[in-house]
């Protein structure tokens, strides 16, 4: 992040500029502030939207925001965008905000839709840029009344062949911390969702010698599986009731699993989600189907006994489970993502892009933008200075 600032701080490319930033309350998003700050975004008129996780130093990051004058509300607050924007408007500035799960542009385009206050029409905003592919599906059918242009890191190249082997990786871990006592070896899993992140999860999970089943409503995906070494079906039910899973990751960003789906279900199972907030596993319905559950506040391994007596374990109360009371990816991880936040955000303020989303524009500026190459240069194999290498050693 600090590099790509360097690139592009030149002429403060974010002064006129009220943000927006979706943040999950981890300390890296202190930084990303700071480097808005040092891109020329004025702190007073910045909101950060929180998303709720419980995470480990929250209450410490929501304290240093509100010392540097940022506003601080709930992510799903209805009018919390509506607010940003009046204030904005105030100020003599335009929006820009860097979301991350479609907090933004739904908003902006159900106020217009219902002819409330026409904000993202009449020009005060300049755009906004997406972290993740739940943010995209949002905007699904909608992209034709987009009235700026959406920057989406969401779906580039960089996220998505990079991150998503560190955010697999903390989850299998996490969720297979979260089991009792179990040996895993040689037991059945389910991955449901074998796009970028549950590709690397099946992966993961065969080094961990456990047997792995993929589902995928894509056919195109299911083949990749199936010629991958994967045990495959084009039914769901059909690896609920024949590969009978130990533990089943849900990393399809849509809801996956539903009352048809926990009925299947023939053994006890653990339920790991990876998707945002907790839309993978139909909750409700879980619930429904065990009308003896009780919440029990604060206790995040809800356990349901299906008619049958099948025990259905959620972990992490539904919520990704790398989420879950640890940090998500380290700060080291998330810095690739937040640069190109950074850089689509500065990309986005130049105003030269056509309103819609184009994902093959956030590509070619990420690509282009020379974060690859500082990333390389600083984790890819060291230069060796020609002069130290002995003579005698050349071949
Ligand atoms: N926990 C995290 O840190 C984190 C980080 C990034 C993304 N995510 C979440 O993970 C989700 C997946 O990310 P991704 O990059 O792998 O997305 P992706 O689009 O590459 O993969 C999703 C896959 O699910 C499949 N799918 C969609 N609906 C389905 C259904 N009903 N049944 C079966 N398969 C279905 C799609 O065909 C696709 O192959 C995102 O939507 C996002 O919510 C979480």
Request: glycine content about 10%.
């Amino acid at each position: 992040m600090s590099t790509a600032v360097e690139r592009l701080r030149e002429g403060k490319p974010l002064a006129g500029f009220a943000l927006v930033v979706t943040g999950h309350f981890l300390t890296d998003l202190v930084h990303l502030v700071g480097c808005l700050a040092e891109l020329g975004a004025p702190l007073e008129a910045m909101t950060v939207l929180r998303k709720d996780y419980a995470y480990r130093w929250r209450h410490r990051v929501h304290g240093h925001l509100a010392d540097l004058g940022v506003s601080v509300c709930d992510a799903p607050d209805p009018d919390a965008v509506s607010r940003h924007t009046e204030r904005a408007r105030r100020l003599g500035l335009r929006c820009l905000a860097l979301d991350d799960g479609g907090y933004v542009v739904p908003a902006l385009l159900d106020h217009v839709a219902a002819g409330l206050r026409p904000q993202a029409a009449a020009g005060l905003w300049a755009g906004v840029v997406e972290q993740t592919m739940s943010g995209i599906y949002k905007l699904q059918g909608r992209e034709q009344d987009l009235p700026f242009p959406v920057f989406s890191v969401a779906q580039s190249r960089l996220k998505g062949r990079i991150e998503s082997y560190w955010i697999a990786e903390k989850a299998v871990a996490t969720a297979l911390e979260l089991l009792p006592a179990t040996k895993i070896e040689g037991q059945p899993a389910l991955v449901i969702g074998y796009g970028q992140v549950g590709t690397q999860i099946a992966a993961l999970l065969t080094q961990r010698r456990m047997r792995v089943a993929v589902h995928d409503a894509d056919l195109l995906n299911l083949i990749d599986a199936h010629e991958s070494g994967y045990t495959t079906a084009r039914e769901l039910d059909t690896l609920l009731t024949g590969h009978t899973p130990l533990i089943i990751f849900g990393a399809t960003g849509r809801t996956s699993m539903s009352t048809r789906e926990f009925q299947a279900l023939e053994r006890p199972a653990y339920l790991a989600s990876v998707s945002s907030r907790d839309i993978e596993f139909d909750l409700p319905a879980l619930i429904a189907l065990d009308p003896t559950a009780e919440a029990t506040p604060g206790h995040f391994r809800r356990t349901h006994r299906l008619p049958g007596g099948v025990d259905v374990t959620v972990l992490a109360g539904g919520r990704p489970v790398n989420f879950h009371e640890t940090d998500s990816i380290s700060n080291l991880h998330s810095d690739l993502v937040y640069a190109g936040m950074l850089t689509g955000a500065c990309a986005v303020a130049a105003g030269h892009a056509a309103p819609g989303l184009d994902p093959a524009w956030a590509d070619t500026v990420l690509e282009e933008s020379g974060l690859l190459q500082d990333y390389y240069e600083r984790y890819g194999p060291p230069t060796t200075p020609k002069s130290t290498v002995p003579t005698g050693s050349r071949r």
